[in-house]
């Protein structure tokens, strides 16, 4: 079962586990913010259950098939890769957390670099996002 135990769903954003999540509070003292495509959903669970002790809010955001460092076109799974970016930024903007978790199956990454590592599409897009995330 992928749902969040006590999501609240922010309105017109989906349904739990795909949906912007205010989970119930945890013992400890820090913001959690969850993003990802189905495997954060997948996870997300486990990560719930397990730092309840550590923080005092969590989120989660979870867009089906849609990774947060790339804008994914493999199959078309990810609808609209573009707006997923958009409410995982927004997710983050919103949100402000302590922590972040990053989890997704990437679709389109997996293939080989190419040429000097520094000129790699795929590399250069991911350092731009992870700096955008570090902010």
């Known amino acids: 079962n992928l749902c969040l135990s006590g999501c609240r769903e922010r309105e017109g954003t989906g349904v739990n586990p795909f949906a912007f999540c205010d989970l119930p509070s945890g013992n400890g003292s820090l913001s959690f913010l969850l993003i990802g495509n189905s495997y954060a959903a997948n996870i997300g669970p486990i990560v719930q259950q397990h730092f309840t002790q550590n923080y005092s809010t969590f989120h989660s955001w979870a867009i089906p098939s849609c990774e947060p460092f790339f804008l994914t076109s493999t199959f078309g799974f990810c609808v609209d890769p573009i707006t997923a970016q958009r409410q995982f930024n927004s ?21 080989p670099i190419d040429g000097a590592i520094d000129n790699d599409f795929i590399f250069t897009e991911i350092m731009r996002r992870m700096k955008y995330f570090e902010t």
């Not at 997710?91 to 293939?111: C, G, H, N, S, W």
Request: no cysteine; hydrophobic share 50%; proline share 5%.
């Open 91 to 111: 997710a983050l903007e919103t949100v402000k957390p302590d922590v972040l978790f990053i989890m997704a199956r990437y679709l389109d990454l997996d293939t």
